[in-house]
């Protein structure tokens, strides 16, 4: 039997990626689709056209490495964007709307959940799942709109990471009765274990800035690089090992870089790296998807789309409201917290793996992939219509 040609496949895959990429940057939508369409076209479930199978990759456990990577670079790059202190300093006002937004949007997504007849623990996955906004898309896009230095990005982004936070500890609980945890005592050991690693985590991100500044005091780019990225992926290692999400971890690791002095160097050196894993993750995460089971769940991301996408940009406004902001400011928080990404594919990808039922590893996956791929169009298209918002909220507001 003749070897693979690997390094052909990956070439080849690669070069369809960037295809698909520029074809979606040419319309104006982020990649992330265009990633996973690329992944569901060229993978075991591919298409047969004209009596040739499409298939190029009969399964992602050659790349599974580097898409594991890419999770773990994705989540310690959100949580580098995370500022500890400015948290703290303006906690008042990121907490109210903050509540605002999860307490309209998480149980909207529960209740979804439950009214497609899933159990309990099914419908809670769904609601972390339709609720996270994409921080990846988000931040594209307000850079691309050029609202990054405005008022409202400052809020857009407290409330992502006030989301964020809450997903963490929520899927940290919720991935603990998956793997097994299902009494009280060893759901109690479990998450006790993992809440000691993530507090040992919390205290040096918060309290270890000068240690970690001076620890990677490197002036070798080369060796910085293999510093911040051995240590991250190091981490999340010993975290997984010791029964926390890997993602958890390098997010927790990422806002203990966020707080050193060394974060524009990360940023301007690691980010071809993480874009680069990350697109094999979404890559992935196509290989993983049956279409056919996608259509089998067409009704119901519709269904989803509609009432979760209303919440939140209900929601989105009155927590932009709270945290003072304009009319005009408020709709455009509304509409740029719409998207969906990264953590629900994180999410998904969990569960194709260790989901106990064929709900947990077909179902809710497959449901995910067509949730992210139609609200993250929507949600862009919403971000450049935003006038449509400002306009029925003056109405009402004036009214």
């Given at each position: 039997m003749a070897t693979p040609n690997l390094v052909l496949t990956a070439g080849l895959f690669l070069t369809v990626l960037a295809v698909g990429g520029l074809a979606a940057r040419r319309v104006g939508q982020s990649v992330i689709p265009a990633y996973i369409l690329v992944g569901s076209l060229l993978g075991p479930f591919a298409p047969t056209v004209g009596g040739v199978s499409l298939t190029l990759v009969e399964s992602p456990a050659f790349v599974r490495l580097l898409a594991d990577l890419g999770v773990v670079l994705l989540l310690f790059f959100v949580g580098l964007e995370l500022s500890l202190t400015s948290l703290v300093q303006k906690r008042a006002r990121f907490v109210r709307a903050g509540a605002i937004d999860i307490g309209v949007s998480l149980p909207l997504g529960i209740l979804v959940g439950l009214l497609f007849g899933f159990t309990l623990l099914e419908a809670l996955f769904v609601g972390l799942i339709v609720f996270n906004s994409s921080t990846v898309i988000i931040a594209k896009s307000l850079i691309d709109l050029e609202w990054i230095a405005n008022r409202e990005s400052e809020a857009i982004l407290g409330v992502i990471v006030i989301e964020d936070i809450v997903t963490a500890a929520i899927f940290a609980v919720l991935s603990a009765v998956v793997l097994g945890a299902t009494d009280v005592t060893t759901l109690g050991a479990t998450l006790g274990q993992a809440a000691v690693v993530l507090l040992l985590l919390g205290l040096v991100a918060y309290y270890g800035e000068e240690w970690v500044d001076r620890a990677f005091d490197i002036r070798s780019s080369e060796l910085f690089l293999l510093g911040v990225l051995g240590a991250t992926t190091l981490v999340a290692g010993i975290g997984l090992a010791a029964g926390v999400s890997d993602a958890i971890v390098a997010f927790v690791v990422g806002a203990s870089f966020g707080q050193t002095s060394h974060v524009a160097r990360i940023e301007s050196l690691l980010a071809p790296t993480r874009d680069l894993f990350a697109a094999v993750f979404f890559f992935v995460i196509g290989l993983q998807t049956n279409p056919r089971v996608v259509t089998s769940v067409a009704g119901a991301v519709a269904v989803a789309v509609v009432v979760t996408l209303l919440g939140?940009?209900?929601?989105?406004?009155?927590?932009?409201?709270?945290?003072?902001?304009?009319?005009?400011?408020?709709?455009?928080?509304?509409?740029?917290?719409?998207?969906?990404?990264?953590?629900?594919?994180?999410?998904?990808?969990?569960?194709?793996?260790?989901?106990?039922?064929?709900?947990?590893?077909?179902?809710?996956?497959?449901?995910?992939?067509?949730?992210?791929?139609?609200?993250?169009?929507?949600?862009?298209?919403?971000?450049?219509?935003?006038?449509?918002?400002?306009?029925?909220?003056?109405r009402y507001t004036n009214g």
């Open positions: 939140q940009v209900v929601s989105g406004f009155f927590a932009g409201r709270s945290y003072g902001l304009s009319v005009e400011q408020a709709s455009r928080m509304a509409s740029a917290l719409t998207p969906r990404g990264e953590f629900s594919l994180v999410i998904a990808a969990f569960l194709v793996t260790a989901g106990t039922t064929d709900t947990l590893r077909e179902t809710i996956p497959a449901f995910t992939v067509g949730y992210v791929l139609l609200t993250s169009v929507l949600g862009t298209v919403l971000m450049r219509n935003t006038h449509l918002i400002e306009r029925v909220a003056n």
